[in-house]
């Protein structure tokens, strides 16, 4: 079990820098283990209402490409340097359809979001959340269902090293 200092320390240790090392290889084993943290997220009734499309550089340049010319300009500037970019989506209704719609759904996203960032953080990795897209480009572009929320963009890489 991680003792309450070691998590404050790495809480305090996650950042949203904006200097990525664009030669650093973010290994699909590490992108594994994010998954998996955010897969232990607690969500209202287990639903797990988030959703994630990861466009991977080094896999699958056109998607990620693609996403990266949905973001704000501001943030392409920075974002380019990353390897990974992932949509983050929220599902606007529960699984079980006689639970109607998902009013935590949200929250539930937003807190499988910042797991991901933490157990990004403990990997060494830097990861990046960001409100600066187009939320109809990439509706268009990935071709979203209507029944998901488009929640934020995250990118994610090994951070830039200061010679």
Not at 27 to 49: M, N, W, Y
Request: hydrophobic share 40%.
């Amino acid at each position: 079990m991680i003792s309450g200092e070691n998590l404050l320390a790495l809480i305090k240790a996650r950042h949203s820098g904006r200097e990525y090392n664009s030669d650093e290889i973010v290994s699909q084993e590490e992108i594994d283990v994010l998954i998996e943290a955010v897969r232990l997220t607690p969500s209202c009734f287990g639903d797990e209402p988030w959703r994630y499309i990861i466009c991977n550089r080094e896999n699958n340049k056109e998607s990620w490409e693609k996403l990266l010319n949905c973001l704000d300009l501001s943030n392409q500037k920075w974002a380019k340097d990353a390897q990974i970019l992932v949509i983050s989506l929220s599902a606007r209704n529960f699984r079980n359809p006689a639970k109607g719609t998902n009013f935590w759904a949200s929250h539930d996203t937003g807190a499988a979001n910042y797991v991901f960032m933490l157990q990004a953080a403990a990997m060494n990795l830097m990861a990046h959340q960001m409100g600066g897209f187009s939320k109809d480009k990439i509706v268009k572009e990935f071709n979203t269902p209507d029944d998901f929320n488009v929640m934020s963009v995250l990118a994610i890489g090994h951070e830039k090293k200061n010679a």
